[in-house]
């Protein structure tokens, strides 16, 4: 199915994991604050420690826009994270990420598993690369992205992964077990999207 690269991508031009930034917005996003309202917030507490309050806009847009997906489940996701441990906490955020931008599903499922076979396997330098060659024949437009976004893109994945513990660091690449936990277990079924479990587990 050919696919629409803004879908396909979704926020990851903007951001990446966005951990700690989301934590601290967590009690906020259940307030349906408007746009003049976030950026009065930012103006007083700069909640994010950011520069600017154009980059604390920025983050937020992106984190409000992942949990867009949630609809009605929006507030118990939120209460299930303010409640969670690291582990679940990443777990979770890469399901917001995932379902945002199915590309990271696609570069897990189609680069990660052909490489958990072998232990302590690393991805090549050019895993990306390849991917995105073999991407361009189901999102051909893809290719309206310049090189050096493709690869900025690239490398925001390989963070959110590294973040979530599929790899030892962001320079070697190798990959490492994760058990998906029980939390995530069970969003999947809420979200009714148990087809994504054979995306998460990653055992070498």
């Given at each position: 199915m050919i696919q629409n690269r803004k879908n396909y991508v979704g926020s990851l031009t903007s951001g990446a994991l966005l951990g700690v930034e989301t934590r601290l917005?967590?009690?906020?996003?259940?307030?349906?604050?408007?746009?003049?309202?976030?950026?009065?917030?930012f103006e007083k507490e700069n909640l994010l420690q950011k520069k600017t309050v154009n980059t604390s806009m920025r983050y937020m847009r992106t984190i409000k826009?992942?949990?867009?997906?949630?609809?009605?489940?929006?507030?118990?996701?939120?209460?299930?994270?303010?409640?969670s441990d690291r582990e679940e906490f990443n777990q979770l955020i890469l399901l917001l990420i995932i379902?945002?931008?199915?590309i990271v599903a696609d570069f897990m499922l189609n680069i990660i598993k052909q490489h958990t076979r072998f232990?302590?396997?690393?991805?090549?330098?050019?895993?990306?690369?390849e991917f995105i060659e073999d991407r361009l024949s189901f999102v051909p437009d893809l290719a309206e992205y310049s090189e050096s976004t493709l690869k900025?893109?690239?490398?925001?994945?390989?963070?959110?992964?590294?973040?979530?513990?599929?790899?030892?660091?962001?320079?070697?690449?190798?990959?490492q077990t994760v058990y998906i936990t029980d939390l995530l277990?069970?969003?999947?079924?809420?979200?009714?999207?148990?087809?994504l479990r054979e995306v998460f587990e990653c055992t070498m």
């Amino acid at each position: 199915m050919i696919q629409n690269r803004k879908n396909y991508v979704g926020s990851l031009t903007s951001g990446a994991l966005l951990g700690v930034e989301t934590r601290l917005l967590l009690p906020y996003l259940r307030l349906d604050l408007l746009e003049k309202e976030w950026e009065i917030l930012f103006e007083k507490e700069n909640l994010l420690q950011k520069k600017t309050v154009n980059t604390s806009m920025r983050y937020m847009r992106t984190i409000k826009k992942r949990f867009a997906v949630l609809g009605d489940h929006r507030n118990e996701f939120i209460e299930d994270l303010i409640n969670s441990d690291r582990e679940e906490f990443n777990q979770l955020i890469l399901l917001l990420i995932i379902l945002n931008s199915p590309i990271v599903a696609d570069f897990m499922l189609n680069i990660i598993k052909q490489h958990t076979r072998f232990i302590d396997e690393a991805l090549s330098d050019n895993a990306w690369s390849e991917f995105i060659e073999d991407r361009l024949s189901f999102v051909p437009d893809l290719a309206e992205y310049s090189e050096s976004t493709l690869k900025k893109i690239g490398a925001t994945v390989i963070n959110i992964l590294t973040e979530v513990g599929y790899f030892n660091n962001t320079k070697e690449k190798k990959l490492q077990t994760v058990y998906i936990t029980d939390l995530l277990k069970k969003w999947l079924r809420i979200l009714n999207k148990e087809g994504l479990r054979e995306v998460f587990e990653c055992t070498m």
